[in-house]
């Protein structure tokens, strides 16, 4: 039973490119979180996605970042027109109902930008 | 303001010493506290989730207390192992909460010598 995958690992992108983060749940789980680790700082919360709906945006920026979990294949979290300050750990986490149940987190992916 | 606070930053025990790990929270209104553990380059990995109700939680040798009078948890590692070299995350869980649920603190980093 695999857990939850995250691809790529590492991404090296250049201000002013396009970032795309892939995030597969746990078979069977049906809710997906994003979280942005910055260098020193505790994970925060993004966004927290169903199968095809958005449930809570609240924690993420408004402008450049974009979300979405299709009914078929895995969450992508999308960041336009990066910036240094973009760089970060960002984690998925995904669990099989209401968040404040156990949510399984991934090993990440971790964006640099140059 | 809803915030987890954890102490100390960064600690160096010896391999086979027990440790304490600290975390004071204000965050309202409570669901539950999760210590998780986070190995470098990787995802969180829970080790223990205390309700309200629940004072002490055992997870091999992990050992986490909850005193919700005073907001405050402690885990406590007994007989400790290189392995246990990590960050260690309290997460406090809002309750009514959607994707925002989870509270994150910075971390106490750990590190066990031979």
């Known amino acids: 039973n695999a857990g939850v995958m995250q691809n790529p690992r590492h991404l090296v992108r250049r201000r002013g490119q396009e970032a795309r983060l892939r995030c597969s749940p746990m078979?069977?789980?049906?809710?997906v979180y994003w979280y942005r680790q910055l260098p020193e700082e505790g994970l925060k919360f993004m966004v927290y996605l169903q199968k095809e709906n958005i449930i809570d945006e609240s924690g993420m920026p408004k402008e450049r970042f974009s979300a979405e979990f299709p009914k078929e294949g895995p969450s992508i979290l999308r960041i336009q027109q990066v910036v240094r300050g973009d760089s970060a750990a960002y984690f998925c986490a995904s669990s099989p109902g209401l968040a404040g149940v156990e949510q399984y987190f991934g090993p990440g992916t971790r964006l640099t930008v140059t | 303001k809803n915030q987890v606070e954890q102490s100390p930053q960064s600690l160096i025990i010896l391999e086979g010493k027990n440790c304490t790990l600290q975390?004071?929270?204000?965050?309202?209104?409570?669901?539950?506290l999760r210590w998780y553990k986070q190995d470098t380059g990787r995802g969180p990995v829970s080790l223990t989730i205390m309700t309200f109700s629940e004072n002490t939680k055992s997870n091999g040798r992990y050992t986490a207390t909850l005193d919700a009078d005073t907001k405050q948890s402690s885990l406590h590692i007994t007989a400790s192992q290189l392995s246990d070299s990590a960050s260690y995350i309290c997460?406090?869980?809002?309750?009514?909460?959607?994707?925002?649920?989870?509270?994150f603190g910075k971390g106490t980093t750990l590190s066990v010598s031979s």
């Open positions: 078979k069977g789980h049906s809710h």
């Open positions: 975390c004071n929270y204000t965050v309202s209104p409570f669901s539950n």
């Open positions: 997460v406090v869980t809002l309750a009514n909460q959607a994707g925002t649920a989870l509270i």
